[in-house]
Nanobody, 117 residues
């Protein structure tokens, strides 16, 4: 089982970026997949989650209305579309799988997002 995060980079404030989380060894429609981020000197925080069964999506208040999480079953990938980015979105973004015991059992390696003003 492996998760591979990709799509990070540098973007100007107000711009857009799309992150992807490719899954290997399992299918994304069999598990909830979430995105977390960690900024320098701060704790890791939850950003968004795509549920396993009914497609329910959850967002942190700080990204609600700007970020959109989606799932592409054919590509076995979960995406995080980031619009109207702000400097405070600068962080390393990680994707994770919610395991059968509701634990975060696998993590991707992280992808850096840097927003410049």
């Amino acid at each position: 089982v492996q998760l591979q995060a990709f799509g990070g980079g540098s973007v100007q404030s107000g711009g857009s970026l799309r992150l992807g989380c490719a899954a290997f060894g399992f299918t994304v429609d069999g598990y909830a997949i979430g995105w977390f981020r960690q900024a320098p000197g701060k704790e890791r925080e939850g950003v968004s989650c795509f549920s396993r069964d009914d497609g329910t999506t959850l967002y942190a208040d700080s990204v609600k209305g700007r970020f959109t999480i989606s799932r592409d079953i054919a590509e076995n990938t979960v995406y995080l579309q980031m619009n109207s980015v702000k400097s405070e979105d600068t962080a390393v973004y990680y994707c994770t799988r919610v395991g059968p015991n509701e634990e975060f059992d696998y993590w991707g390696q992280g992808t850096q997002v840097t927003v410049s003003s």
